[in-house]
């Protein structure tokens, strides 16, 4: 359980500093994402998701 909580203590941190660091780029890429068509953000999120199993499952072992 330890895990999750760091992992979403992570998350949070690393969204925390793109909003920081770049505020007008992710008002742009809100914006395009919101044009973008359903499939095409499922695709970008599926692609996400399998490539963060991999990365933990390669780590954790």
Known sequence: MND????????????GALYAAF?????RMMERAKEMPDATLRFAGLTALGAGFLIVWLVRG
Request: glycine share 18%; aromatic share 12%; no cysteine.
């Open 4 to 15: 999750l909580w760091a992992a979403i203590g992570l998350f949070l941190a690393l969204e």
């Open 23 to 27: 505020p007008g780029g992710v008002k």
